[in-house]
Nanobody, 126 residues
Framework: QVQLVESGGGLVQAGGSLRLSCAASGRDFGTYAMAWFRQNPGKEREFVASISWSGVRTYYADSVKGRFTISRDNSKNTLYLQMNSLKPEDMAVYYC???????????????????WGQGTQVTVSS
């Protein structure tokens, strides 16, 4: 069974930075597309960023372009999200997700992702 565990969330002032990590189980991490989503209470979960199995292709929501960077280290079965210039509207629980189909494109639609972590809280003070 695939397990995803996020970490790195916390409290940061507006304009600050945080680096989120997602540790994945299994030996085939390098064959799956991965993504980050986020959600606040009462709001729909939204796409943040995604990355192809190789790490060559990355995609970002317009709201985070130029500020966030998604990356992965397949040798460590780990996904990352570097968040810079954080804004209050970035406050949310951040989830990492995996597409079960090997070699699949990192589509931004959350229903296409099969495995989810428990989430890590990011709080931005102003």
């Amino acid at each position: 069974q695939v397990q995803l565990v996020e970490s790195g969330g916390g409290l940061v002032q507006a304009g600050g930075s945080l680096r989120l990590s997602c540790a994945a189980s299994g030996r085939d991490f390098g064959t799956y597309a991965m993504a980050w989503f986020r959600q606040n209470p009462g709001k729909e979960r939204e796409f943040v960023a995604s990355i192809s199995w190789s790490g060559v292709r990355t995609y970002y929501a317009d709201s985070v372009k130029g500020r966030f960077t998604i990356s992965r280290d397949n040798s460590k079965n780990t996904l990352y999200l570097q968040m810079n210039s954080l804004k209050p509207e970035d406050m949310a629980v951040y989830y990492c997700a995996m597409r079960r189909a090997q070699w699949a494109v990192p589509i931004s639609t959350q229903s296409e992702y099969d495995y989810w972590g428990q989430g890590t809280q990011v709080t931005v003070s102003s």
